[in-house]
């Protein structure tokens, strides 16, 4: 009954973390739930080897209904991908917990060495399998929160380790709620001023700046519904619901569809056009016939588009953002170089197909790209670079980081979501444009065909917003941007070398103070 009792308090963690992630958001359950979690752990008994068990029901009750978007498009992935992220988080807690056994370490390096260890779990899950799967990270919870500050600094993996350690210093304060004296709680609250310390580094650390100059993009959303997948839609439907909204950019603003920030005049010059992933779906885009559709609107608003293009390779596929000028000139182009598994290639295909996998739903494999993620656009007398980040790869800090080392002054992530349903995954990218944006210190511009469309400032506030499934345009003046944040020198590589270090550091202090105990 015990051991009923504590798994169930580890699984109960879990779901409040998932609480905390969007889209309900509650941020504070987060800490609540890590609690819960590691007072599971420590009720175990002293020779209970259940930690594999615990950390595993606490993922899973975490990662479970944080991806329940891969439900409707993936079923076996829902099944599969959860369970295995959850052994990643077990095989953490186990790790941990041989350690730092309770005979020679201190409640609170236990709770270090945790977080460190469900930390590392986070940065497995980043990468493997299949390139990573960086969705439902604690990060994502403190988006819309000055917290989020800190990833300025240590990028989404130091923000999950300050959270899980928020949330561990809280537990810790909890089992030592009857003892008498603050000396027992000293090691807590040092650890609890650590982290408030790192908070207020991160409130003054570098942003980058503001150049002398902006650019002024219209973003399109030509709406429409949820839940379909490209084998069953029509793509001219995507193109004409996508240039009726671009009608909306008429030379007579403003119109109802269009959405302006405060103080921007819709009737001055856009900049660019800014059209979303997969909104053109052709042969061969080149002797298409909504090429010469784009170039007659590019000509009539007098800007460049920037256009999400599928189009064929051999057998297989391409997806890209193109620039095309208004003569109908590519000018510049990015080819996608991080692909959805199972939305957009299907790895172990074959093997899949012989068990009778629907395979089928992807008939066909996207090809990767290999170019820098940045794009270039024409203002004036000269070319502006820009980040870009293609759909599902916004989700990975490092693509978004390549195109800002390379000058980029501006983050596009041009996006489908079509495919899915509900509001899970939208959400979550909405506070992952978020976390890029204050990670690279840049805007960020996130185009869909139905929703969410975003503007969001440097500081992560997301300004301007068309919601699902509507059919709108919304025009903004945004700054060009220069210099770099601590993240985006370090990147996930260098942060990750430091929780291993500190892990290590840890252990050796609580090892050592075992051998010279008396």
Not at 87 to 98: K, L, S
Not at 301 to 308: E, L, T
Not at 334 to 356: H, S
Request: charged share 20%; with cysteine; net charge neutral.
């Amino acid at each position: 009954m015990k051991r009923l009792s504590i798994w169930s308090l580890a699984l109960l963690g879990g779901v409040l973390v998932a609480v905390g992630i969007p889209p309900l958001g509650i941020w504070p359950a987060m800490l609540v739930g890590i609690a819960c979690y590691v007072m599971a752990t420590e009720r175990r008994g002293s020779g209970d080897r259940s930690t594999f068990m615990l950390g595993a029901l606490f993922a899973w009750g975490w990662l479970a209904p944080a991806m329940g978007w891969m439900w409707h498009l993936v079923p076996g992935g829902f099944v599969v991908a959860p369970l295995l992220f959850a052994v990643f988080h077990g095989v953490a807690a186990r790790t941990a917990a041989w350690l730092t056994p309770r005979e020679g370490s201190s409640l609170t390096q236990r709770i270090v060495v945790l977080s460190l260890a469900h930390t590392l779990a986070e940065c497995l899950r980043y990468v493997a399998p299949f390139g990573g799967v960086p969705l439902a990270g604690m990060a994502l919870g403190v988006a819309d929160t000055r917290l989020s500050h800190l990833v300025r600094v240590v990028g989404p993996l130091g923000m999950s380790l300050w959270v899980f350690l928020a949330g561990g210093v809280l537990a810790e304060l909890l089992l030592r709620r009857h003892e008498h004296g603050w000396g027992s709680r000293r090691p807590a609250l040092a650890l609890l001023a650590v982290l408030v310390v790192a908070q207020m580094i991160a409130q003054i650390a570098p942003t980058g700046r503001n150049l002398d100059e902006s650019l002024r993009i219209a973003v399109v959303q030509g709406g429409g519904p949820q839940g379909v997948l490209a084998i069953n839609s029509n793509p001219r439907d995507v193109i004409d619901r996508h240039l009726a909204a671009t009608r909306l950019l008429d030379d007579d603003p403003p119109t109802s569809g269009i959405d302006t920030a405060s103080g921007v005049d819709a009737a001055s010059k856009i900049d660019l056009v800014l059209w979303p992933e997969n909104t053109v779906d052709v042969r061969d885009f080149t002797e298409s016939r909504v090429r010469s559709e784009l170039q007659a609107e590019a000509l009539r608003i007098g800007a460049p588009f920037a256009v999400g293009i599928t189009e064929d390779a051999g057998d297989n596929f391409t997806n890209a953002q193109v620039v095309m000028n208004e003569r109908g000139e590519e000018i510049s182009r990015y080819d996608k170089v991080r692909r959805v598994p199972y939305g957009e290639y299907v790895p172990l295909r074959n093997a899949l197909q012989a068990l009778g996998a629907p395979v089928d739903r992807i008939p066909r494999d996207a090809i990767a790209g290999a170019t820098t993620a940045l794009i270039e656009v024409p203002k004036d007398d000269t070319d502006v670079p820009l980040a870009v980040a293609i759909s599902w790869e916004v989700f990975f800090s490092g693509r978004v980081l390549e195109g800002v080392r390379a000058g980029g002054r501006v983050v596009l992530n041009p996006t489908n979501g079509s495919s899915y349903t509900g509001e899970i995954l939208q959400q979550q990218q909405v506070a992952t444009s978020q976390l890029r944006a204050l990670e690279t210190g840049r805007w960020v511009v996130q185009a869909a065909t139905t929703g969410y469309s975003i503007f969001v400032d440097p500081d992560g506030h997301v300004l301007d917003r068309i919601p699902i499934g509507k059919q709108a345009v919304m025009i903004r003046d945004v700054p060009l941007r220069t210099g770099r944040t601590i993240y985006s020198y370090l990147g996930d590589n260098v942060v990750t070398a430091v929780i291993v270090a500190m892990m290590v550091a840890v252990v050796l202090r609580s090892r050592r103070r075992t051998y010279v105990r008396p």
